[in-house]
């Protein structure tokens, strides 16, 4: 258990609810209503999706990029100035793969990682479908176990939010009971020296244990962007090994 009666650090705060929490479910509510009249809210059937105008396959039990806008948003910020022509970079929980091909139009090599085999597969595909099939290594497994003695140069996580058991593949996306810390434990090992992650976290979930675990992982802790929707706010976090000699 974290003590988080401590006055926290400003990025501590920049998830905390824009607008009354009654105001904010009645908006959701009214948001869901119009992704099920749409057809946005489909989540188990095959789907094409564009970011930036770059196409996307959404497998059935694949996490959507669009729809919680989470990937979407983290992609949209990968370029040139985030990601060096040398770089090596780990996409972790990659999905359709879609931050690991907005990476690779900069980086020298991305790993791509993912628990769903079919997000395995959905990833595998839109590398090729973008021609990056050959800066994208695509691995199946729980976190760092895929690149076990490996470390990058920048790490990529849109995690899953919501604490609790997963019921399902498609689950695994949004709930966990403890990626937060086993993904702060294990971040320091697999960053090169001056490495960097960034990490996008949600209004909606619990933001603020993974500030927490990372803060005590010794993580230095820094805005890089935020975007606020009617009823979500998103931010992304870089975290920087304390005592590095590259600012965060």
């Known amino acids: 258990m974290h003590d988080l009666t401590q006055k926290a650090p400003p990025a501590f705060d920049s998830l905390r609810p824009a607008r009354p929490p009654l105001i904010a479910r009645l908006l959701g509510k009214a948001m869901a209503l119009s992704y099920r009249l749409t057809g946005k809210a489909r989540y188990d059937d095959f ?4 970011v930036r105008g770059v196409p996307f396959v959404v497998m059935p039990s694949v996490f959507n990029p669009k729809v919680p806008r989470t990937g979407e948003f983290l992609a949209s910020r990968l370029d040139a100035r985030l990601v060096g022509r040398d770089a ?3 996409d972790m929980g990659t999905g359709c793969g879609v931050c690991a091909v907005f990476a690779a139009k900069h980086a020298r090599r991305v790993v791509a990682v993912d628990i769903n085999v079919e997000a395995v597969r959905c990833a595998g595909i839109n590398a090729r479908l973008n021609h990056q099939e050959v800066k ?3 691995r199946h497994g729980d976190l760092f176990e895929p690149v076990r003695s490996e470390r990058f140069d920048l790490v990529l996580f ?3 939010f919501l604490r609790g058991t997963p019921r399902d593949d498609r689950d695994r996306a949004w709930r966990s009971s403890d990626v937060a810390e086993r993904f702060a434990a294990g971040l320091g090992d697999h960053l090169k020296p001056g490495g960097s992650a960034l990490v996008v976290l949600s209004s909606f979930g619990d933001s603020r244990a993974f500030l927490a675990e990372f803060r005590q992982q010794g993580f230095n802790i820094s805005v890089l962007a935020e975007r606020r929707f009617v009823n979500e706010k998103l931010a992304i976090f870089k975290l920087t090994a304390a005592g590095s000699q590259f600012p965060p």
């Open 136 to 138: 994208i290594d695509v």
């Open 158 to 160: 849109n995690p899953p």
């Open 47 to 50: 789907r094409l999706e564009r």
């Open 88 to 90: 090596e970079v780990l």
